[in-house]
């Protein structure tokens, strides 16, 4: 059965920083390409940042630069780092294996003014 479980979100100012956390269980993590998403209000939710297998990354445009996906197999999470935070970051933020379809209660993040 897999679980999702994201924390780390939080209310952080403009310009400021958060580490989002993801532990996975029920799957074969390290063979598994995870992704975050994020769903803003009154949004559809989208495809924020991908961690491969072998690490590699990929990010919507909107936040290269900014966001740093990665993953520890050995604890069966993966976390994305979140820099120069701006106000339409804010949302609710999902991590999910890229091929399963199935959602964890997500993280709040919310980006002032």
């Known amino acids: 059965q897999v679980q999702l479980v994201e924390s780390g979100g939080g209310l952080v100012q403009a310009g400021g920083s958060l580490k989002l956390s993801c532990v996975v269980s029920g799957i074969t993590f390290r063979v598994t390409t995870m992704t975050w998403y994020r769903q803003a209000p009154g949004k559809q939710r989208e495809l924020v940042a991908t961690?491969?297998?072998?690490?590699?990354?990929d990010y919507v445009d909107s936040v290269k630069g900014r966001f740093t996906i990665s993953r520890d197999n050995a604890e069966n999470t993966v976390y994305l780092q979140m820099n120069s935070l701006k106000p339409e970051d804010t949302g609710v933020y999902y991590c999910?294996?890229?091929?399963?379809?199935?959602w964890g209660q997500g993280t709040q993040v919310t980006v002032s003014s």
């Open positions: 999910k294996p890229l091929l399963i379809d199935f």
């Open positions: 961690v491969t297998s072998a690490s590699r990354t």
